[in-house]
T-cell receptor, first 112, second 115 residues
Framework: SQKIEQNSEALNIQEGKTATLTCNYT??????LQWYRQDPGRGPVFLLL?????KEKRKERLKVTFDTTLKQSLFHITASQPADSATYLC???????????FGKGTTLSVSS | DAGVIQSPRHEVTEMGQEVTLRCKPI?????LFWYRQTMMRGLELLIY????????DSGMPEDRFSAKMPNASFSTLKIQPSEPRDSAVYFC?????????????FGDGTRLSIL
């Protein structure tokens, strides 16, 4: 069955450092992958989308990579800030218009 | 712009009672999704609609769960009878169905507690 794995343990880093979150998938060949941010008591918020033919995507301090050989996506936050503290969810998908399957998420804590 | 609106935000009820969760998607969006989130299982898709038609309800756990979308601006998720194991946060999300992948926009959820 399809399986999505994200760092199960919380990631704690210091302000200013780069945070790297991992999303691995098995029994799956997604055509694209989305990343979401979720704050306590709120719904997930879309951050970035990357297609299988794109190796890397950037948006301000965020960078996402997609390695279809390794079956892995990495999500980087550079110059991290305490306001970046949240849970980050990855969601691969086979094609547009279908439902997303979400990983359980990685909780990031940035201390000042 | 108004986002996805869910009601109620919190619901506490006793086992055996009927529970109805409501969702208003973003105007113009034609795909609607219901999810359930727990610590153990994460965010799970229950059912989704395209143009008000249910497309995939394989995530609906049991016959006690039902969902409807009578029009493009309203959907309900009903649990009858409710059980303590149904306690979770239920999210509704909407998006624009398209040839190109689109982000999903989530409401802030309904926190459901079944006693």
């Amino acid at each position: 069955s399809q399986k999505i794995e994200q760092n199960s343990e919380a990631l704690n880093i210091q302000e200013g450092k780069t945070a790297t979150l991992t999303c691995n998938y098995t029994n799956y060949s997604p055509a694209y992958l989305q990343w979401y941010r979720q704050d306590p008591g709120r719904g997930p918020v879309f951050l970035l989308l990357i297609r299988e033919n794109e190796k890397e995507k950037r948006k301000e301090r965020l960078k996402v990579t997609f390695d279809t050989t390794l079956k892995q996506s990495l999500f980087h936050i550079t110059a991290s800030q305490p306001a970046d503290s949240a849970t980050y969810l990855c969601a691969p998908a086979n094609q547009a218009g279908t439902a997303l399957i979400f990983g359980k998420g990685t909780t990031l804590s940035v201390s000042s | 712009d108004a986002g996805v609106i869910q009601s109620p935000r919190h619901e506490v009820t006793e086992m055996g009672q009927e529970v109805t969760l409501r969702c208003k998607p973003i105007s113009g969006h034609n795909s609607l999704f219901w999810y359930r989130q727990t610590m153990m299982r994460g965010l799970e898709l229950l059912i989704y609609f395209n143009n008000n038609v249910p497309i995939d309800d394989s995530g609906m756990p049991e016959d006690r769960f039902s969902a409807k979308m009578p029009n493009a601006s309203f959907s309900t998720l009903k649990i009858q009878p409710s059980e303590p194991r149904d306690s979770a946060v239920y999210f509704c999300a909407s998006s624009l169905a398209s040839q190109n992948p689109q982000p999903q926009h989530f409401g802030d959820g309904t926190r459901l507690s079944i006693l």
